[in-house]
């Protein structure tokens, strides 16, 4: 504890907002110096208070905003540094992975944050990411409070260090990304179809229909776009790995003479890949022969999940 946050502790009895800096310090390791901008970052938008100056509504969108990129940032540090070896798609499906809203959410209801947020909201639906979203406003108002500095500090102290396993979160397979990829290598035109259920407006169910060279080739259900994606592209690839006759309707010809069929893998197995032993640091990179050339399955590989997340 430094100095200043000894001087908080000592202040807290006589604190208007005592309860708030004990319930912050629990979460964050340390004392707000500001406590303002984390009583935006608690404040949902259906709560939103007038502020008479400027007239505006008071929410913590925009502090969601800011967290947003800096989590985004301070993640990507961390994964780049925890797999030095691996490639630029293995370490965006990473990140990914750790700061899309289903785990945030999941994060922020661990850490407590789900309590201390400020809502009208009489239920939340299925597929509300309120706690996700005060999350990332949260490592928004510790930029502006404490600097870029005890963000990373945060991120991996309290979340990363205890509340995430990387190896596992990294192992999850995206499979948008992959039948993409597969897409790419086999020339074959993939589509997603999107249907959104009406029955009810507030917490709608989205489906998504897969279709390949004009064939439906499977279909997935979520409360989100990203998750029916996920459910119908899943269900495609094990159709893909495990009918060998169905997958050679798909391909022309004259891939399936170049092609084997163990390229599509199992789904098991699918994030078992070689990568380069070298790294970013100690690498001497030649560019005196620079020219044209087919894209290699690495690159092909980041470009699909580029795609995947772009697409989402």
Not at 100 to 122: C, F, P, V, Y
Not at 260 to 277: A, F, G, L, M
Request: glycine share 6%; proline share 3%; with cysteine.
């Amino acid at each position: 504890m430094d100095f200043r946050d000894m001087i908080t502790c000592m202040k807290l009895p006589v604190l208007r907002d005592r309860e708030l800096y004990r319930s912050l310090h629990q979460i964050l390791g340390f004392y707000p110096r500001d406590i303002r901008p984390y009583k935006v970052a608690l404040l949902h938008r259906s709560a939103s208070k007038k502020v008479q100056i400027e007239g505006k509504r008071l929410n913590n969108e925009r502090l969601e905003f800011l967290g947003d990129a800096i989590l985004g940032a301070v993640v990507g540090h961390i994964v780049y540094r925890h797999f030095p070896k691996k490639p630029e798609g293995f370490l965006t499906n990473t990140r990914s992975n750790i700061v899309k809203r289903q785990s945030l959410n999941k994060l922020a209801t661990e850490m407590g944050l789900d309590r201390l947020i400020i809502s009208d909201l009489k239920l939340q639906t299925h597929n509300s990411n309120i706690n996700g979203n005060a999350f990332e406003a949260l490592v928004g108002a510790i930029y502006l409070d404490r600097g870029y500095g005890h963000c990373v500090s945060f991120v991996k102290k309290k979340i990363m260090d205890h509340l995430v396993n990387i190896e596992k979160v990294a192992s999850e397979i995206n499979y948008k990304s992959k039948l993409i990829e597969w897409g790419q290598r086999n020339r074959v035109d993939i589509e997603f179809q999107f249907e959104e259920s009406k029955e009810n407006k507030a917490s709608p169910v989205f489906t998504t229909h897969i279709n390949i060279n004009g064939t439906l080739c499977g279909t997935g259900r979520g409360y989100s776009k990203k998750e029916s994606q996920q459910a119908a592209a899943k269900q495609t690839m094990e159709r893909l790995s495990s009918d060998r006759e169905f997958k050679l309707a798909l391909t022309a010809p004259k891939e399936l003479q170049m092609e084997r069929y163990d390229d599509i893998v199992p789904v098991s197995n699918i994030e078992k890949q070689s990568v380069t032993e070298s790294t970013e640091e100690n690498v001497d990179i030649d560019f005196s022969d620079i020219s044209m050339r087919a894209k290699t399955r690495e690159e092909i590989i980041a470009e699909a999940e580029r795609q995947a997340y772009t697409e989402s």
